[in-house]
């Protein structure tokens, strides 16, 4: 008996989880929609692509290697390692979790762009993105608000675009803000940090 209000209840969870994140998706999907967001949101959401980030952390680690800034090697390799390592978690998990996409699971989503349809779950180029602002964020502290503002932008793009439900956006952000803060930890300077 106990066991059965054990799946019961779950099972209501899961369902009231379901609901919430369905109806979150729609009032960004649906509740944002506008002509003009629509060509813009593809760009915001480019800047998640790991190809992008990998690119960024090169032209500084050149700049690093060519200037001899010992600063700048180690910012560029945490954001290396953690778009990698955020990458790889990412891609494993979404192999394990087969959530399907909201196109295939809402009939009122709307896309912008080219549908998918599985893959969901996590959102890789939040994790991307969310791995990459936090890593740079701790070498760059100034700055670290614009760089959470982009990742949230891209994020919120990627739900906009159809393509993600919120609960998948969420989730590779913690991942992505883990693994950054993670990175960055690996490679800041253990001089200046017992300096402090």
Known sequence: MYGLLCTIGLRAVRDAVAS???AAFRAINLGLAARW???AMPAVTT????WVQALIALVVLIVALA????DLRR???AALVAYAGSGLISQAI???NDRPRPLLVLFDARHVG???FVGSFPSGHAT?????AFAWAAFLPKARWALYAVAVAVAISRVYLGVHFPLDVLYGAVLGAVTGIGSARLFRDRRTEDAK
Do not use: S, V
């Open 94 to 96: 979404k192999h394990l």
């Open 67 to 70: 200037k001899r800034r010992e």
């Open 75 to 77: 910012m560029a390799l």
């Open 20 to 22: 919430a994140d369905a």
């Open 128 to 132: 991307t993105i969310f791995a990459a």
């Open 37 to 39: 967001l629509d060509p």
């Open 47 to 50: 800047l998640g692509e790991g």
């Open 114 to 116: 080219k549908p998918l």
